[in-house]
Nanobody, 121 residues
Framework: QVQLVESGGGLVQAGGSLRLSCATS????????MGWYRQAPGKQRELVAA???????NYLGSVKGRFTISRDNAKNTVYLQMNSLKPEDTAVYLC???????????????WGQGIQVTVSS
């Protein structure tokens, strides 16, 4: 059973930084694409950043230059370094495995439980 556990969230003042981590467990052979989403109250879930196995990245326009996604393929872990945080970054952040390979073959769209990030002004 594949599980994702996020950590590193919390309360920070505007301009501050946080580093989110998403650790995976279970029989994962490899992860092709993984990323971070966020959902604020009353808003739709949005993709914040994604990274391929080869390291190609994609970012939401409003976080470009402030957030950096990275991954450790040996640990099947993904990180999100968030700098220059703004109150509008406040949301629940969710880790996502978009495409991954287990003993059962290719699997898709596995989510973590989410972690709260709150940025005060």
């Amino acid at each position: 059973q594949v599980q994702l556990v996020e950590s590193g969230g919390g309360l920070v003042q505007a301009g501050g930084s946080l580093r989110l981590s998403c650790a995976t467990s279970g029989s994962i052979f490899s992860i092709n694409a993984m990323g971070w989403y966020r959902q604020a109250p009353g808003k739709q879930r949005e993709l914040v950043a994604a990274i391929s196995r080869g390291g190609r990245t994609n970012y939401l326009g409003s976080v470009k230059g402030r957030f950096t996604i990275s991954r450790d393929n040996a640990k099947n872990t993904v990180y999100l370094q968030m700098n220059s945080l703004k109150p509008e970054d406040t949301a629940v952040y969710l880790c996502n495995l978009a495409v991954f390979v287990t003993t059962g073959g290719y699997e898709y769209d596995r989510w973590g439980q989410g972690i709260q990030v709150t940025v005060s002004s």
